[in-house]
């Protein structure tokens, strides 16, 4: 048998072999150093680990490897446990500040942000960070109809419950405002004549502080009004009324409302209708927020002093429901009572 081209490995192969100083070498950064050239030192950690390159490259070098020292890793960790805990924070506070205004009426949460202008910036910050989220933003579908549905083109437009007034500044940026441009350019060339934003404290200069309930506007003044995320008073009826005073004949109601808040849309509706408008439009984007708009087609005969007893057509369909009778057991039957029911406050639970 001839082993001349044999795979068995010569006894040579298992004999360790030390390399010759003179081969030795650590690379420093970009550097080659042999044995030859006194990569040695005094310190006697370096001369424990001389038997092995390897290990005083490390030594020497620790960010060699493109690992950060373990100071700069522990600060960037401290720094990461630091933004959670604040973010934490924000969400807690925005909760909070959410629930009071879902649970109060306009005049009471106008006072409280009037003294805490602070939790107002607050709020909208942990705002900011909650809709972050949404796949779809209302205010995003609100613009939208804004600019595409000629109808609601060429008048005064009222965002109501305005938040960062991000309306106004869509149209402000694209020059669609001839109130915030030359008034020698004809009407014509414009989207809206102008664009009035309100809430309870003054996020930006061009916002008015108003109560929802209580305008500083005169009958028949605006063509659109827009509640985005904003009906959220305990006397969110009357913020409806007041719209409908301030809203010419023949102008547009927008709404657009988190889709959970409702448990009857379709009374719902029916109540707005019962204010004088008709109902135009009405869809949901994604599972998050529903969108309306409707129409002022007849004066209003609901007034708050009116709003005693409802019409059996709200009442009946709702006499099986055992959610009904347990909010209202105790409540007077009135359209005030009864609206609260339709549209649920926004209250997250307890942790």
Same mark, same amino acid.
């Given at each position: 048998m001839c082993f001349a081209h044999s795979h068995i490995p010569h006894?040579?192969?298992? %004999?360790?072999?030390?390399?010759?100083?003179? #081969?030795?070498?650590?690379?420093?950064?970009?550097? #080659?150093?042999?044995?030859?050239?006194?990569?040695?030192?005094?310190? &006697?950690?370096?001369? $424990?680990?001389?038997?092995?390159p390897s290990l005083l490259q490390k030594r020497r070098q620790p960010y060699i490897q493109g690992k950060p020292p373990k100071e700069d890793r522990r600060k960037k960790k401290q720094n990461v446990i630091e933004q959670r805990l604040q973010s934490n924070l924000i969400d807690s506070k925005y909760r909070m500040l959410n629930e009071l205004l879902y649970t109060t009426s306009g005049e009471e949460a106008y006072k409280y942000f009037s003294e805490n202008q602070k939790d107002f910036q607050d709020y909208h910050e942990g705002y900011r960070l909650q809709i972050a989220k949404?796949?779809?933003? &209302?205010?995003?579908?609100?613009?939208?109809?804004?600019?595409?549905?000629?109808?609601?083109?060429?008048?005064?437009?009222?965002?109501?419950?305005c938040g960062d007034g991000g309306i106004f500044e869509h149209f402000r940026d694209a020059g669609a405002i001839r109130e915030q441009a030359d008034k020698k350019v004809k009407k014509g060339e414009f989207l809206f004549e102008s664009?009035?934003? #309100?809430?309870? %404290?003054?996020? @930006?200069?061009?916002?008015?502080?108003?109560?929802?309930?209580k305008l500083p506007l005169k009958d028949g003044t605006s063509n659109v009004n827009v509640f985005c995320l904003s009906l959220m008073g305990t006397n969110y009826l009357e913020f409806l009324l007041e719209s409908h005073r301030t809203l010419k004949k023949g102008g547009y109601l927008v709404?657009?409302?988190?889709?959970?808040r409702f448990r009857s849309l379709k009374l719902f509706v029916t109540l707005v209708k019962t204010l004088g408008y008709k $109902? $135009?439009?009405?869809?949901? &984007?994604?599972? #998050?927020?529903? =969108?309306? $708009? =409707?129409? @002022?087609?007849?004066?209003?005969?609901?007034t708050p002093s009116s709003m005693i007893t409802i019409p059996r057509q709200f009442i009946d369909p709702l006499k099986q429901s055992d959610d009904f009778v347990s909010f209202m057991r105790g409540k007077p039957l009135d359209y005030s009572n009864f609206s609260q029911f339709l549209l649920k406050p926004c209250v997250y639970k307890k942790r």
């Amino acid at each position: 048998m001839c082993f001349a081209h044999s795979h068995i490995p010569h006894k040579d192969h298992f %004999v360790h072999r030390r390399v010759e100083p003179r #081969f030795a070498c650590v690379r420093m950064g970009s550097h #080659f150093l042999s044995d030859n050239q006194s990569i040695l030192s005094d310190d &006697p950690m370096e001369r $424990l680990f001389s038997s092995s390159p390897s290990l005083l490259q490390k030594r020497r070098q620790p960010y060699i490897q493109g690992k950060p020292p373990k100071e700069d890793r522990r600060k960037k960790k401290q720094n990461v446990i630091e933004q959670r805990l604040q973010s934490n924070l924000i969400d807690s506070k925005y909760r909070m500040l959410n629930e009071l205004l879902y649970t109060t009426s306009g005049e009471e949460a106008y006072k409280y942000f009037s003294e805490n202008q602070k939790d107002f910036q607050d709020y909208h910050e942990g705002y900011r960070l909650q809709i972050a989220k949404w796949p779809v933003k &209302p205010v995003e579908v609100v613009i939208q109809e804004l600019e595409e549905n000629t109808k609601l083109h060429g008048g005064i437009v009222c965002d109501l419950g305005c938040g960062d007034g991000g309306i106004f500044e869509h149209f402000r940026d694209a020059g669609a405002i001839r109130e915030q441009a030359d008034k020698k350019v004809k009407k014509g060339e414009f989207l809206f004549e102008s664009i009035k934003s #309100f809430d309870l %404290v003054a996020a @930006k200069p061009f916002v008015q502080v108003a109560d929802m309930s209580k305008l500083p506007l005169k009958d028949g003044t605006s063509n659109v009004n827009v509640f985005c995320l904003s009906l959220m008073g305990t006397n969110y009826l009357e913020f409806l009324l007041e719209s409908h005073r301030t809203l010419k004949k023949g102008g547009y109601l927008v709404i657009s409302e988190v889709l959970s808040r409702f448990r009857s849309l379709k009374l719902f509706v029916t109540l707005v209708k019962t204010l004088g408008y008709k $109902l $135009l439009k009405h869809s949901k &984007p994604n599972s #998050f927020f529903v =969108f309306l $708009l =409707f129409r @002022k087609v007849s004066t209003n005969t609901i007034t708050p002093s009116s709003m005693i007893t409802i019409p059996r057509q709200f009442i009946d369909p709702l006499k099986q429901s055992d959610d009904f009778v347990s909010f209202m057991r105790g409540k007077p039957l009135d359209y005030s009572n009864f609206s609260q029911f339709l549209l649920k406050p926004c209250v997250y639970k307890k942790r």
